[in-house]
């Protein structure tokens, strides 16, 4: 059984956002990620189930590519960024 789980790399819990004033925008420098709650929980379910039946598990998300999960426990990764010019 392969299984896929879609994720999204969020600020860690545990940080104060802070906001740019020039553009509004979140201050990524210094700041902590981790991914999503809804995630998490399915990647772990995910290894479960393919501990169980056997198969693969690959975590897809969508962000910086410096703010990739890298968990031992999975198959595979992947990581998709865009980049603004």
Known sequence: MNIVVC?????????????DPNTK???RKGVTHEL???????????LRLSEK?????????MGRAATAIRASSMDSSLSCSAFRR
């Open 7 to 19: 994720g999204k790399i969020i600020p860690a819990s545990t940080v104060t956002i802070e906001l």
């Open 25 to 27: 925008r979140m201050v």
């Open 36 to 46: 999503d709650p809804a995630a998490a929980s399915a990647v772990e379910e995910g």
């Open 53 to 61: 039946h056997g198969g693969a598990v690959t975590l897809v998300t």
